[in-house]
C-alpha cells in the first residue's frame, strides 16, 4: 500500500512539474491512440478545462504495438496513469479484475448508453461496468467514387453485382480492383472475415448462438466468408502477400485502387490523404432482398486506474466523457468512431454520415471472436487472422480451415466440446 | 615495411570489394534520406529519386518537429548513453581484469555468472525492475535507464575485455609488480591502456541498443522532461500511421544524431584501435 | 601472487556484481520463478512443472514451441555461414596496413550496425515491397523481373530474407572485432612468417587465422547468445505473429507473445517464463559448451 502511494506521490509530483498551481490536479489519459494526439491537446482537453478549473489533463498515448504490454506493467508496478483507455471486452475485464479498474456503475453517465454499448466493458454477468463507452467502429467497403464513374460502376448490393464490378475494374486495369494485402494479416480478418462474415451468420443470432455452442464453426454460415475471401486473391495487388496495412492504404488513398474493405476509423485519414471523390458501401448481400448485417463494433472506452491519487477528478473527467457535449465534440473530431451515447450526434462528415446510415437499414452486431471466445489457448481472434490470411493465399481450404478453428476452440471452451 | 605484401592488383581487387559492401551498406539509409525529403505521392512514385523541384517537402520535418521539444529529447539520449557508456566501461572492466588476472575460487562460477544477463531478455524482467525503480524513487529519472542499461551492458563488455585482458602480457604485468606497483596502478596504468582498442569496441557495441531502446524509456521515464528521442519519435510508428512523410522525417531525424555521435566514437576507436597495436 | 592481500579481488568485482545483480539478475530470476506458478480466479498457486508439461507436452504448445526453435537454428545457421565469413573477409581486406580509405570503408559498412531495428524493418520493407519496391525495378532494369517475389510474404522465403536483412544489419560486429585482432598481431610475427615464405593468403590462413581463432571463437558465442534473443527485427517487420503463418517465429517473438499478450490473447507471465527458462536453459548451454569445451582449449598467444 505504502508502495503505491509513494508511486503515485511520484507519479503525480512528476508531471505536475512546476507548470500548474498548487492547487490543481493533473490527470493522466493513457491511450493507444497516438494519432489522435492533436485532437486530444487542441479539441477534446482545452474543452474540458475551460468548465473544470483547477483539473488537468494529460493525453499521453503510446504506440499501439506497445499499449497493453506497457500498461499492463505500468500498473502491475503502480506507476500508471489515472485514466486508462479500454479495449473491449477480455482485456479491461482482466484488468477490472485484477483491481486495477475502478467500478464505474454508479456513474450518472452511464445513464445514457444502452446495455449493448456498455457489454463489451462489463462482467459478464452485467452486475459492474468498468468504462464508459466513446466509440464503436463499423465496417464496410470505401470506394473510389471517380472511379467507379469513369468506368460506369454502380454501387454494388449484392455478392454477384460486387464480384460484378470487381471484374470491370480487373478488365479495364486502371485500377487494382481492391487494395487490401496480408502482410500485418489483421486487416484479413477485420476488414475480410468479420466485415463480410455478418451476411452470412445473419449477425447476433450466429454470433450468441456460437457463444452457446449451438453453431460451430465448421457450419456453412462459418466457413463460408472464407469461401467468398478466397476470390478475393485474384483481385488484390501483385505481390499482396508482402503488402502491409499502411500499403494498402496509400495504394488507396493515391488512387490506384478501386475499392478498400474498410474501418470507419479509415475515414479522417482518408479525407486528409485522397484526392479524389470517395463512397462507401455495406458489405453486399448474398441475394437482393437479403437482410443485412454489419459490423458495428464496440470499440474504445474510457476507464480509471483504480489506484489513481485523484478518484474524485477522475470520475469528474469520466462523468463529461459519457456525456451528449463530449459525444458531438468526439465523434465530429475524430469522424468514424461513432458515438455509442444515446443521444443522437449530427455529424457534418458526408462519409461518416453514409457509415453510421447503415445503422436504420442493417442489423448491427460486433465481431464475432471478441466476447468470450478468444478466452483460451489457441486464441480464436489470432487464429482467425492466420486463418482469413490462408483463406485468401490458397494455402488452406475454407473447411479445414473452419475444421481447424473448431478444433482450436473446443479444446478449452465446454459450451463447444 | 616490406613491398611483398603489397600489389597493384591485390588492391584493386581489395577497393573494388569494400567499394560493393559499402555500397550495400548504406543504400537504404540513403533511400530513408532522400524521402523524408519528398512529398508523399513522390515518395511512392519513384522512391529513387532526388528530392529536387516539386518533389522536394519539409512537410515532413514540420509535422515532426511541432510535435515535441526534440532538442531536450536528444539531450535526455545523450545524457543517458555517455553515462551508461562510462559505467559499463569502468565497471566492466574491473571486473573482467579481476576475473583475467586473478586465479581464485569460483572464478569461472563468477564468469558464467556475469554472463548470465545475455542469456535471458531483459524485457521479462521488466515489473520487477519496474518496481525496484519505484521503491527506490527513480522512476522518470534519467538515472533509473542509466542503471539498466549499465547492469544489461555489463555481461558483453566483461566477456569480451577479459578475453582481450588474457591476451596481455604477463611478463609486463608481473615487472610491474616487481617495480612495486599496486595491482590497481597495474589495472589502470599498464592493462587499460592496452586494452584500448576492445573498449572502443564495447562503447561502440553497447552505444547502440542503448540509443535505440524504446521499452525501458517507455516504461521507466515517459515523462516528457526525461523523454529520449527514441521515444519521442515513436509517435509516428504504430499501426495506424500512414503519414510517411513523418515516418521518414522522423527517422531520419533518429539516425542522424547516433550517425554523429559515431563518427565521434569512430575516431576513438581507431585511435584506440592503432595505440593499441603499437607497442 | 601467493600472500598478497587480496582485498582488492573484491573492489575489482563489486561495483559490477552490485549494480548487475540488483538491477538485472534478481528481477530476472523474480521472474523466472512465476514459470512454477500457475494463474487462476482464485490467485497464483505453485504448480511444479506443470507449464513445462503443458509447453512440452501439449501438441498445441509443443508445436510453436519447435516451430520456433527449428526457424531460430536455421536463422543462427545463415548468420554463421553468411554473417561471419562476410565479416572476417571485409575485416582481412581492411587491416591490410596500406589500403586507403580504410577509415572511410570501416565506418560506411559499420552504419547499419547503429541503425534502430524500427529503421532497418522500415527501410528493407520499402525497398523489398512488390508496390513501390525499389527492388522490383532494378531488377526490371537488369532483365531480372522474373525473380522477384514478395519475399516477405512467402513462408517459404520470409524467414531467409529476414535473417538476411539481420546480417546486413549486424556484419559490422564481426568487422570491427576480428579487425582489432587482426590489428594486436605484433609486425614482428608477419615478417617471420615472410621469411619463410609466407604472404598474402597463405600467411592469411596459416598465421593470421590461428591468432585470430579465439576472436572468431567470441563473435560465434556473441551471434549465438544475440540470435537466441533476437526479437525486435522480425517484431518490426512482420508484427508480433511473426507472420506468414509463423514461418518467421523465433523463440523470442514467441516469448514475447506469450508473456506480454497480444490483441485479444492476454499475458501469460506463467507459460511466458517457462519459454524463456527453456530459451535461458538452450543458450546456457551452448554457453557452457564454449566456455568449457572449446575457450579452455583454445591456445592463447600473449604478445
Known sequence: ?????????????????????????????????????????????????????????????????????????????????????????????????????????????????????????????????????????????????????????????????????????????????????????????????????????????????????????????????????????????????????????????????????????????????????????????????????????TDIALGMNAKSAHPDEAKVFLDWVGSAEFATLYANALPGFFSLNSTPVAMEDPLAQEFVSWRDKCKSTIRSTYQILSRGTPNLETETWNASVNAIKGTETPEDAGKRLQEGLASWYDPQK | MNKARHNPLNSAAAHGALILYTLIALFPVFVILINSFKTRKAIFAEPLAPPLGDAFSLIGYQTVMKQGDFFLYFQNSFIVTVASLFFI????????????????????????????????????????????????????????????????????AVFILSEFMRQVSDDLKNAGRIDGMSEYAIFFKLVLPLVRPAMATVAVFNMIPIWNDLWFPLILAPGESTKTLTLGSQVFIGQFVTDWNAVLSALSLAILPVLVLYVIFSRQLIRGITSGAVK | MAGRPRSHIVVFLAPAVIVYTAVMIWPLFNTLRLALYVGGPEGRHFAGLENFRTLFGDPRWSASFWNALGNNVWFFIIHMIVQNPIGIALAAILSHPRLRFSAFYRSAIFIPTILSFVIVGFAWKLILSPIWGIAPSMLDALGLKALFAPWLGKEDYALTTLALISVWQFVGIPMMLIYAALLSIPEEVLEAGEIDGLTGWAAFWKI????????????????????????????????????????????????????????????????????????????????????????????????
Open chain 1, 1 to 297: 500500500m505504502t508502495k503505491t502511494r509513494l508511486a503515485a506521490l511520484l507519479l503525480t509530483s512528476s508531471l505536475l512539474g512546476g507548470a500548474a498551481s498548487a492547487e490543481d490536479v493533473t490527470l493522466t489519459i493513457e491511450s493507444w491512440r497516438n494519432d489522435d494526439l492533436t485532437i486530444w491537446q487542441d479539441k477534446i482537453i482545452p474543452a474540458f478545462e475551460a468548465a473544470n478549473p483547477g483539473i488537468k489533463v494529460v493525453f499521453a498515448p503510446t504506440a499501439p504495438a506497445e499499449y497493453n504490454a506497457a500498461l499492463n506493467s505500468k500498473l502491475d508496478a503502480g506507476t500508471a496513469g489515472d485514466l486508462i483507455t479500454c479495449r473491449p471486452f477480455d482485456a479491461s475485464l482482466a484488468l477490472y479484475d485484477k483491481g486495477q479498474l475502478a467500478d464505474l456503475s454508479g456513474l450518472a453517465s452511464m445513464a445514457n448508453f444502452s446495455d449493448v454499448a456498455k457489454s463489451a466493458w462489463q462482467t459478464d454477468d452485467a452486475s459492474a461496468t468498468f468504462c464508459v463507452p466513446m466509440a464503436s467502429v463499423i465496417h464496410g467497403f470505401i470506394y473510389n467514387k471517380d472511379a467507379f464513374d469513369a468506368l460506369g460502376i454502380a454501387v454494388p448490393t449484392t455478392e454477384a453485382e460486387f464480384f460484378a464490378a470487381l471484374d470491370k475494374i480487373k478488365a479495364d486495369g486502371t485500377y487494382i480492383p481492391m487494395a487490401m494485402g496480408t502482410n500485418d494479416q489483421w486487416e484479413a480478418a477485420t476488414m475480410g472475415y468479420n466485415n463480410i462474415g455478418p451476411n452470412y451468420w445473419k449477425g447476433e443470432e450466429g454470433r450468441l448462438a456460437l457463444i452457446k455452442g449451438e453453431q460451430k464453426l465448421t457450419d456453412e454460415a462459418w466457413v463460408a466468408p472464407y469461401r467468398q475471401l478466397a476470390k478475393w486473391k485474384d483481385y488484390l495487388g501483385d505481390g499482396f502477400e508482402a503488402q502491409t496495412y499502411p500499403d494498402s492504404q496509400n495504394l488507396f488513398t493515391l488512387g490506384r485502387a478501386a475499392v478498400y474493405p474498410a474501418g470507419s476509423w479509415e475515414i479522417s485519414g482518408f479525407n486528409a490523404q485522397a484526392g479524389f471523390k470517395m463512397g462507401a458501401f455495406p458489405p453486399p448481400v448474398q441475394a437482393a432482398g437479403d437482410e443485412c448485417y454489419i459490423s458495428d463494433h
Open chain 2, 89 to 156: 566501461l569502468l565497471f566492466g572492466a574491473m571486473a573482467a581484469f579481476a576475473l583475467s588476472e586473478y586465479r581464485f575460487r569460483g572464478n569461472m562460477l563468477m564468469g558464467l555468472y556475469l554472463a548470465l544477463g545475455i542469456m535471458i531478455p531483459i524485457r521479462i524482467g521488466t515489473v520487477a525492475i519496474l518496481e525496484l525503480m519505484v521503491q527506490t524513487g527513480l522512476i522518470n529519472t534519467l538515472l533509473a535507464l542509466i542503471l539498466v542499461y549499465t547492469a544489461q551492458g555489463l555481461p558483453l
Open chain 3, 208 to 303: 593470421k587465422l590461428p591468432l585470430i581463432l579465439p576472436s572468431i571463437g567470441i563473435i560465434s558465442i556473441l551471434t549465438f547468445v544475440g540470435n537466441f534473443n533476437a526479437f525486435d527485427l522480425i517484431y518490426a517487420a512482420q508484427g508480433a505473429l511473426a507472420g506468414p503463418n509463423f514461418s518467421t517465429d523465433i523463440l523470442g517473438t514467441f516469448l514475447y507473445r506469450t508473456f506480454f499478450g497480444f490483441q485479444l490473447q492476454l499475458g501469460d507471465p506463467h507459460m511466458g517464463s517457462a519459454i524463456a527458462t527453456a530459451m535461458f536453459a538452450i543458450i546456457l548451454t551452448g554457453v557452457c559448451i564454449y566456455l568449457w569445451g572449446i575457450q579452455t582449449r583454445m591456445r592463447r598467444y600473449q604478445f
